[in-house]
């Protein structure tokens, strides 16, 4: 190790890189990259193309799913010894659908300082310029392939009350799409296509829609779905009330207020606000 002031903390940095545009690099990713004693990576191969763009001439190692078990205790060991690490994936920021999880857990588990380098991600892009809601969001990741487990895994998040972000590949998109359609509801929704590349789309569409569309013209490339989230419910104030009052007689405002969300899709909030009223008035 030396004494260069300009070396950065000893420790993890996991790094974001970019999704497809180059120039969507940080400085500061560069530079600790150039300053860090090691770069983690996904695929070597593939980081050393970023490396050569920037001059990054760190020394690699391969950090993924067949080999993480077996190199992270001497990952741990050089923490300890003071090292600087950068942890970078193919694309966008790790952990994100992408390793690091486990490392990033270890290395907090061992004392070891864990920073992070942040930059591109395919989901926080897509959703930033797909126009669906994005107060709340959740993302989901890849769904299962197969039927069973998918279906599980949909019906789960339909009662999910916020945009849903799902990761696809161009193969799977129509087949994908029905198979939210059918579990979800035919919500509108976003494919997002190429983010920051040449052939960047953004397609918008129901989800039945979309999956016909798809299924007849086939697109290549890398995919985000933006789903957005279930319409509220349209019930009226009479029967917002009704359910309140009857609620009121066994629950405490609050719960009182989340059941008539979740039942009647109305907001919490003014549930909340209503259900304070009709407990005064009465
Ligand atoms: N860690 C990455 C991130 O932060 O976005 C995601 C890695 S995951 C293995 C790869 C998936 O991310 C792709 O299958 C696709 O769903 C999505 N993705 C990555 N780059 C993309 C891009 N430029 N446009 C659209 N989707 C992209």
Same mark, same amino acid.
């Given at each position: 190790?030396?004494?260069?002031?300009?070396?950065?903390?000893?420790?993890?940095?996991?790094?974001?890189?970019?999704?497809?545009?180059?120039?969507?690099?940080?400085?500061?990713?560069?530079?600790?990259?150039?300053?860090?004693?090691?770069?983690?990576?996904?695929?070597?191969?593939?980081?050393?193309?970023?490396?050569?763009?920037?001059?990054?001439?760190?020394?690699?190692?391969?950090?993924?799913?067949?080999?993480?078990?077996?190199?992270?205790?001497?990952?741990?060991?050089?923490?300890?010894?003071?090292?600087?690490?950068?942890?970078?994936?193919?694309?966008?920021?790790?952990?994100?659908?992408?390793?690091?999880?486990?490392?990033?857990?270890?290395?907090?588990?061992?004392?070891? &300082?864990?920073?992070?380098?942040?930059?591109?991600? /395919? #989901?926080? +892009? @897509?959703?930033? =310029?797909? *126009?669906?809601?994005?107060?709340?969001?959740?993302?989901?990741?890849?769904?299962?392939?197969?039927?069973?487990?998918?279906?599980?895994?949909?019906?789960?998040?339909?009662?999910?009350?916020?945009?849903?972000?799902?990761?696809?590949?161009?193969?799977?998109?129509?087949?994908?799409?029905?198979?939210?359609?059918?579990?979800?509801?035919?919500?509108?929704?976003?494919?997002?296509?190429?983010?920051?590349?040449?052939?960047?789309?953004?397609?918008?569409?129901?989800?039945?829609?979309?999956?016909?569309?798809?299924?007849?013209?086939?697109?290549?490339?890398?995919?985000?779905?933006?789903?957005?989230?279930?319409?509220?419910?349209?019930?009226?104030?009479?029967?917002?009330?009704?359910?309140?009052?009857? &609620?009121?007689?066994?629950?405490?405002?609050?719960? /009182? #207020?989340? +059941? @008539?969300?979740? =039942?009647? *899709?109305?907001?919490?909030?003014?549930?909340?606000?209503?259900?304070?009223?009709?407990?005064?008035?009465?």
């Amino acid at each position: 190790m030396t004494d260069d002031p300009l070396r950065p903390e000893p420790g993890l940095y996991v790094t974001a890189t970019p999704i497809g545009n180059l120039k969507d690099m940080t400085y500061r990713a560069v530079e600790i990259m150039k300053g860090a004693d090691l770069i983690l990576c996904e695929d070597t191969r593939q980081t050393a193309k970023l490396c050569a763009a920037y001059g990054v001439e760190t020394r690699r190692a391969p950090y993924h799913d067949h080999n993480a078990a077996r190199v992270r205790p001497g990952i741990l060991k050089q923490l300890a010894e003071g090292a600087v690490i950068c942890l970078v994936s193919d694309a966008g920021t790790p952990l994100i659908s992408d390793p690091g999880y486990k490392l990033v857990r270890a290395a907090r588990d061992a004392g070891a &300082a864990v920073f992070p380098i942040p930059g591109a991600s /395919a #989901a926080i +892009a @897509a959703l930033c =310029a797909a *126009g669906a809601p994005s107060d709340q969001f959740h993302f989901a990741g890849f769904a299962p392939q197969k039927p069973g487990a998918r279906a599980k895994f949909l019906e789960k998040l339909s009662t999910v009350d916020a945009t849903l972000i799902f990761y696809e590949t161009a193969p799977r998109l129509a087949e994908s799409l029905r198979a939210l359609s059918e579990h979800l509801g035919d919500r509108k929704a976003v494919v997002a296509r190429e983010i920051t590349k040449m052939h960047e789309a953004f397609h918008e569409g129901s989800l039945s829609e979309m999956a016909a569309r798809f299924a007849d013209a086939p697109v290549k490339g890398e995919i985000v779905i933006v789903v957005h989230p279930p319409e509220r419910g349209e019930a009226d104030e009479a029967e917002i009330d009704d359910f309140l009052k009857n &609620a009121l007689q066994t629950m405490r405002v609050r719960d /009182a #207020a989340a +059941a @008539a969300a979740d =039942a009647l *899709g109305v907001s919490r909030n003014d549930a909340y606000a209503r259900a304070l009223v009709l407990k005064d008035d009465g």
